[in-house]
């Protein structure tokens, strides 16, 4: 086997640092680690938190988020990139135009809002930008309950709803959109991805736990890196379910931290 042959794809991460480890650009290397991928990332924010909540939220300015960006594709063929949170108008705008200019491609896009402890992360009115710069340039667009609702200002109570608003998601622009239902009130786990034409039902068994600290951002990471070992959407999105379900499994039962904890990204918990 060649050199070339042993070399993994490469996966970009566009988000903001959690100092407890837990979501953001360290949930996503984990997790491109986990899947063997190697990653790669452009940090757009600096957060003091934990598994309690967020305490400080420092934006970085879109030049610096740029030149790291600029930084890794000038040296390496990045397959696909994730972009979680980016806190304000001037990133979501720097996103949109690296785009339009090929500068990242297969771009997973989740729109980050609001953390899983109920911590707003981005300035007020930001969402705004991301329907009218971001959507229509996405590849895939992975949106929980509540930033679904957010962005088509509607409320969604039931899997019938939460079909429409895939169908809605994508008519803004998305050429995917994978809206997760976890939050519902339903027996089972479902997840609607869409294409504008065709919905799939994902579904998974509910995992009783407060462990889901960086669920977004390890599902949306996982497609991304799947997308960069050359899977098609649908088997992209269905591993990385199957991956996020394990690695909340494995989790479910660690008291790491005083509130929502995090994930078991290696499987640590089936080697014990």
């Known amino acids: 086997m060649s050199p070339v042959s042993k070399t993994p794809p490469v996966a970009l991460t566009i988000a903001g640092s ?4 837990g979501a953001g ?8 680690a986990a899947l063997k991928v190697y990653g790669t990332s452009a940090i757009t924010a600096i957060t003091a938190q934990n598994t309690k909540g967020v305490d400080k939220v420092q934006i970085l300015l879109p030049d610096m988020v740029e030149a790291q960006v600029q930084a890794v594709v000038s040296d390496m063929f990045v397959r696909a990139t994730k972009v979680g949170m980016l806190g304000s108008f001037e990133n979501v705008a720097l996103v949109a135009r690296m785009i339009d200019e090929g500068i990242i491609e297969k771009v997973v896009i989740d729109p980050v809002m609001v953390s899983t402890s109920g911590d707003r992360l981005m300035n007020l009115g930001v969402d705004k930008s991301y329907v009218e710069l971001l959507l229509p340039r996405t590849f895939i667009l992975t949106p929980n309950l509540t930033e679904a609702q957010t962005l088509i200002r509607a409320e969604i109570s039931s899997v019938d709803e939460l079909t429409e608003a895939a169908f809605t998601l994508c008519s803004m622009g998305p050429k995917y959109v994978l809206v997760k239902g976890g939050h519902l009130n339903s027996s089972e786990s479902i997840d609607i991805l869409c294409d504008g034409r065709n919905a799939h039902q994902l579904k998974g068994r509910r995992i009783s736990t407060e462990n889901t600290h960086g669920t977004g951002c390890t599902l949306s990471s996982a497609i991304a890196a799947s997308l960069a070992k050359g899977q098609d959407v649908l088997t ?6 199957i991956y996020v379900s394990k690695s909340i499994e494995g989790g479910s039962f660690w008291a790491i931290g005083k509130g929502n904890g995090p994930l078991d990204h290696f499987g640590w918990s089936s080697e014990n």
């Open 18 to 21: 959690d100092s407890s480890g």
């Open 236 to 241: 992209a999105v269905k591993n990385a379910k």
């Open 25 to 32: 650009i360290q949930a996503d290397l984990k997790t491109f």
